[in-house]
């Protein structure tokens, strides 16, 4: 068990129900909360996370009982943000919500000013989602075959949610694949790379299903590929990279909340438990499950502490081979 894990069970066990020997006791809090609760966002408004973020204030402050205050800190893949909170008092008043590039920070900014696994604690996966590409529907793409049909013969461009998402990091898998360059177009956010993609400004993105359902639903992107490791009910029509030449592909981006390390066990069994049950309200649920083709996780903080080492596992050597660095 590494140390972050170590400290994600001992998280945990202070959320266990009464009965069990860390159960909360009334009042363990102290006067916690009396103030506001920021939640950093270390990514620009309009993206997945950003709304992620601003869907569940509304049910935290009713549960919490103080304004919850949604602050958006960008750059260098998300880095500027959580640097935030690895820094802030450790007090329950700061807490992140942040995107699957969290667990390649150490690999993508090779001077990062904290230490993912000392400075951070796990809360909770929120949810995931495969990733899917789409164009504007002017685009002459029908599907990736054809893009990468036209990368051969000049140049092609895609948008993403920033250099180190999963997202750009499997365009690069498939592109080394099928032997072709492609531009990678990063943006700060989810938002402004659905933007650009509607308006024609790139051949086509990728980004999570959660991000891009609303405009395809609305017909202003066009579907070419899913890689989930089956079709969304929601895209039935779509093949998965699975079945298109890729066997073993498969992407997900996931949402997460850490803490900073060093917040008060009661406080952060609270706060994740506030969390979840304003995640687990059926208007929010459906906006994840039926809008946005997401799956709601809430997992305990060791399966996200476990999970985060997983991803830097697998697309780690994805970031190093390719060179990749932050916005």
């Not at 997983?310 to 660095?325: F, I, L, M, P, T």
Request: aromatic residues 6%; charged residues 15%.
């Amino acid at each position: 068990m590494t140390p972050w894990t170590r400290r994600a069970t001992l998280a945990a066990m202070a959320a266990l129900p009464l009965g069990h020997a860390r159960a909360s006791t009334p009042g363990s809090t102290g006067s916690w909360p009396s103030e506001p609760i920021r939640i950093v966002v270390p990514f620009a408004p309009g993206g997945s996370t950003d709304a992620a973020a601003r869907l569940i204030a509304p049910g935290l402050q009713q549960r919490l009982g103080v304004p919850i205050i949604v602050e958006n800190r960008s750059g260098a893949a998300g880095s500027l943000g959580t640097d935030v909170v690895a820094k802030a008092k450790p007090d329950g008043y700061t807490w992140l919500l942040t995107f699957d590039s969290h667990a390649l920070m150490p690999i993508l900014v090779p001077s990062l000013p904290f230490d993912l696994e000392k400075d951070l604690v796990p809360v909770t996966q929120i949810a995931r989602a495969p990733y899917v590409t789409a164009c504007q529907p002017a685009k002459p793409y029908q599907s990736m075959e054809e893009v990468f049909a036209a990368a051969r013969k000049g140049a092609v461009s895609f948008g993403s949610t920033g250099n180190g998402t999963i997202g750009h990091l499997v365009m690069l898998m498939m592109a080394r694949r099928k032997g072709v360059e492609m531009t990678h177009v990063p943006y700060r956010s989810g938002g402004l790379a659905v933007n650009d993609a509607v308006a024609g400004h790139v051949d086509f993105m990728i980004g999570s299903a959660a991000l891009l359902a609303p405009q395809i639903s609305a017909g202003t992107l066009r579907p070419l590929l899913q890689l989930g490791s089956k079709r969304l009910p929601g895209l039935p029509a779509v093949p998965t990279a699975m079945e298109t030449g890729f066997p073993d592909l498969t992407a997900e981006a996931w949402w997460g909340a850490f803490a900073p390390a060093g917040v008060p066990a009661p406080i952060l069994a609270r706060f994740q438990a506030a969390l979840i049950e304003a995640y687990r309200e059926p208007r929010i649920a459906r906006q994840f499950t039926e809008v946005n083709q997401a799956e709601l996780v809430l997992d305990d903080a060791p399966a996200l502490a476990k999970f985060v080492q997983s991803q830097v596992r697998v697309w780690g050597e994805v970031a190093r081979a390719n060179n990749v660095r932050p916005d």
